[in-house]
Each structure stands twice: as structure tokens, then as C-alpha cells.
């Protein structure tokens, strides 16, 4: 058995080394498709390297639009969102895990029936809604429909079940009020589902694609995987090597924070009690 154990220890990181190729691969591709000009682009068989890489696609791509004022945008839109359904979610996590009333569960499972409801289904009745109100085209409509998140209420209520009750009775006896207890001494605690949730939050908006296209008619509130899409519209053809440019734009900020929060994603699977 122990003659095995490293044989198996081999397999298992050449496993995953090949998992980790299969999921790197294509960002590679993308950053050295975008340091080529357009006939190394389309070269058979094609070339995994440039040469000598060409930076001015990356140019290129910015010059075509407002990028800046996309990127303002999509900032502006994954932050609101993000601040929240952190805020709304402490709250519903505290009531459905610390609080006892009549429906309590019920209400719970709601909750988690929402989480197989896709944004599609509830697209129509909520753009003839902002259309009425007037709010199209603007931080709202890209804003208010997310503002509660019901996998963000599951993650933060399953946190706080995990803190002891002797904890938030030690606050309120020592004087701290609602807001302290689930913002100052619980949420604090939980962090690094916070962290976990908040990435997870970012990346799916900071990448959405398809609520800023229906909701957004000009450049002054588009974001952007608008503005990349809208590069392959320019030209007579797939110019390919700014497409790629463009779309490190999205990409690069999302791969700088997974490396930033990593060691918070695997805390948060690994939370334990503090009973």
C-alpha cells in the first residue's frame, strides 16, 4: 500500500495538471491571438506564439469606442449590485438563522425556488416595468433587478447557522443593536463566505451580457461585453485580433480577482462550526 501511494500521488497531479491545461488553454489563446496581426490570425496551421508579438491591437480595440466610459459602466453596475445583495442578504441570512417566527421555513424554500428561475423568465414583466416607470437606459434598470440574490441569501443564512447563539446574545447583552450585531460581529465572522459570494457575484455580473444588451438603447449606460461585441460589428470582417484585445478587457480584471480571493473561496468550504 505505501509502494502505491506514490504512484497514485503522480496520477492524481497529472490529472489535474491536464485539468488545469484544459481550463487555461483558452485564455492563453485568447492573450497570444491578441498580440497577432489578422494573416498570422488566420494562418493554417495556425501558430500558438506570436511573432513578434504586436501590441497595437490593444490600441486598437480601446480607440474604437468609449471604452473607458464602458468600463466606468460595468464597474458602476457589478459594485451596485454586489453592495447590495451583501446588505440584503446579511439581513434575510440573520432572520431565516437566528430568528424564530411562523413560516420561517417556508419562506426559506421560497427562497431556494428562486434559484432555478433564470433572468430570461423574469425579463419581459420587468422590462414593460421599467419602461413605464421611465427607467430604461439607466444604473437602475441594470442595478434594481439583482439587488436581492437568493443564492447569496442561502450562502450568508448557512454562515450565520454556523455562529453560535451565545455570540449574538453576548452582543446584544453588552449593548450592540441589529444592525452592529449582523454587520459588526456576525458578518465579520463570515467572511469568508462573503468573499466566496462576492466573487462569485462579480464575476457573473462584471461578464453579463445579456441584461445590459435589452436594458441599454446608448453608449452613456452600456458595459463592457457590450463594447466587445460591438467590435465585431466594425469592418468588413472578423478582425479577430481585436476581438481578442477587447476582450481582455473583461477577462484580465476577472483572472486578477480569483487570484487575489483564492484562499477566501477554499475557507469558505471549509467553515466550520464555532459551537
Known sequence: ?????????????AALAA??????????????????????????????????????????????????????????????????????????????????????????????????????VRFVPLYMLFSKVGLLNSYASLILPYAVSALGTFLIREAFMQIGDDIVDAARVDGAGLFAIIFRVMAPIAR??????????????????????????????RTLPIGVAMLREEGTGARWHIIMAGSMF?????????????RHIIRAFTFTSLR
Open 1 to 13: 500500500m505505501t509502494s502505491a501511494n506514490p504512484l497514485v500521488r503522480a496520477l492524481t497531479v
Open 19 to 120: 485539468v488545469a491545461l484544459v481550463e487555461v488553454f483558452p485564455y492563453l489563446w485568447m492573450l497570444t491571438t491578441s498580440l497577432k496581426d489578422l494573416p498570422s490570425v488566420t494562418q493554417f496551421p495556425p501558430a500558438l506564439l506570436p511573432h513578434p508579438p504586436r501590441w497595437g491591437s490593444y490600441a486598437r480595440a480601446w480607440n474604437s469606442g468609449p471604452f473607458l466610459r464602458y468600463a466606468l459602466n460595468s464597474v458602476i453596475q457589478t459594485a451596485g449590485i454586489l453592495v447590495l445583495q451583501l446588505f440584503f442578504g446579511c439581513l434575510a441570512g440573520y432572520g431565516f438563522s437566528k430568528l424564530r417566527f411562523r413560516g420561517r421555513d417556508a419562506c426559506f424554500l421560497l427562497v431556494i425556488a428562486c434559484l432555478v428561475v433564470p433572468p430570461q
Open 192 to 221: 469568508p463566505t462573503l468573499v466566496a459570494f462576492s466573487l462569485f457575484s462579480a464575476v457573473y455580473h462584471w461578464n453579463d451580457f445579456f441584461w445590459p444588451l435589452v436594458m441599454t438603447t446608448t453608449d452613456a449606460v
Open 250 to 262: 473583461v477577462v484580465a480584471p476577472v483572472l486578477v480577482l480569483f487570484a487575489v480571493a483564492q
